[in-house]
């Protein structure tokens, strides 16, 4: 099992989403890992003790000490031992705490005593993850080390929709899994990977542009399962609502193809690895209009022109030490259309996805890809979440690209 043997310290604290810790307890344990919990007194009226402890198979800590029969509960061992900590849900109030040092609870303390990766994934409503004193509490967790798992977007319990739900239980697997370095055991340490994500908006006057429906959403999961396997990662990113997490993460914003090309030619020569995720419009108008166009009748000609091929171009520049990888979204004749891409561009890999395939493609938290080499190779996965997505094209391409350039 990809777990066996590791020892999850997962701490619970007092947000409705601690029922989803109880999927994620059952998961670990599917997996071959040991879990012990840690719980907040206010976790209590969300899930209860014995249920955690029952999944767990081991006893519930919430106190120092036993005060009726006088055992200390050893937080610095605690720390020591674990192979990492999980807070989850963190909420607004325990990452303030964390990220002021505060050590009134057993939780904190052993956060403290950690010499483990640290993990927290926050859970609280939309305003409360968007207020500044919480992005700016996450931004001293991560400057101190400690990772983040994204809040998704979704209906919270106040009733708003919008960010602020804890990560599912799946995806939270496929992220600890890139920490324990279970499966692949790839190390790209060293490494510097270009990675480009979301759409271009292509501007026709001060208020209009034309784009696409990407999100983002796999760029950004390949980013930080390469930033968590040791890389340095460049993402040049178009306009997106994701936000970077790993310090390992250089992020470059753009809007329009033209700046997403400059900036990868730019940093194209300094990496080994490139990844071209983002979703490029193929043109632009010809010409921009300084004020904003008014209606003048029934019908209106907008002349659009060819924007640059980023991936065309960088796998006409590479080096032999150089890696690119394109990726095609096609709507029909798939796969001759991908090879076609491999070929045309002269690039090593291309990552396909359909948009026939229900739940893949744009704006979705899945995606089901195939994966296509030199000599027509090809490789194919299920649908997944785009997190594990992310680590089977690290572990399926990055890896032997990596061993074929180290």
């Not at 344990?29 to 907040?40: D, F, R």
């Not at 031992?81 to 964390?98: H, K, S």
């Not at 400690?146 to 697997?173: K, Q, T, Y």
């Amino acid at each position: 099992m990809s777990l066996n043997n590791k020892h999850i310290l997962l701490a619970v604290t007092g947000s409705i989403a601690a029922y989803k810790t109880a999927f994620l307890i059952r998961l670990l344990k599917k997996e071959g890992a040991t879990v012990q919990v840690l719980m907040s007194e206010s976790a209590r009226d969300f899930i209860s003790p014995l249920t955690l402890a029952t999944l767990s198979g081991n006893p519930v800590i919430s106190e120092f000490s036993d005060q009726e029969n006088g055992t200390w509960n050893n937080h610095v061992k605690m720390g020591m031992e674990a192979d990492l900590y999980l807070i989850a849900p963190a909420t607004a109030n325990t990452i303030a705490r964390m990220a002021s040092g505060i050590c009134d609870h057993i939780m904190l303390a052993a956060y403290l005593s950690a010499r483990c990766p640290v993990v927290v994934a926050p859970a609280m409503d939309l305003d409360m993850y968007r207020h500044p004193s919480t992005r700016a509490n996450l931004e001293t967790l991560i400057a101190h080390g400690v990772h983040v798992i994204d809040a998704e977007s979704g209906e919270l319990a106040s009733g708003l929709f919008g960010e602020g739900r804890m990560a599912e239980p799946e995806n939270m697997m496929g992220y600890l899994k890139r920490f324990l370095k279970s499966e692949s055991g790839l190390d790209l340490t060293g490494r510097t990977i270009l990675i480009s994500a979301g759409p271009t908006r292509e501007p026709i006057d001060p208020v209009r542009f034309i784009s696409n429906h990407s999100s983002g959403k796999m760029g950004y999961a390949l980013a930080e399962v390469a930033a968590g396997a040791g890389a340095k990662v460049i993402l040049v990113s178009g306009p997106t609502h994701m936000q970077v997490v790993h310090p390992a993460i250089r992020l470059v914003a753009v809007e329009s193809a033209q700046e997403m090309f400059q900036a990868c030619k730019k940093h194209f020569p300094k990496v080994d690895i490139a990844l071209m995720a983002a979703a490029v419009a193929d043109y632009a108008p010809q010409t921009r209009s300084e004020g904003k166009i008014k209606k003048a009748g029934a019908e209106m000609t907008l002349k659009l022109v060819e924007n640059p091929d980023i991936a065309a171009h960088l796998g006409g520049m590479k080096k032999k030490n150089q890696v690119v990888i394109g990726f095609a979204l096609e709507t029909d004749n798939e796969l001759s259309n991908a090879r076609k891409k491999l070929e045309k561009k002269n690039l090593d890999m291309v990552v396909l996805n359909s948009l026939n395939d229900e739940n893949a493609g744009f704006g979705t938290d899945t995606n089901k890809v195939t994966i296509i080499g030199r000599n027509n190779k090809t490789k194919s996965f299920g649908l997944k979440p785009k997190t594990e997505v992310a680590s089977d094209i690290l572990q399926h391409i990055i890896k032997p690209v990596y061993d074929k350039v180290s």
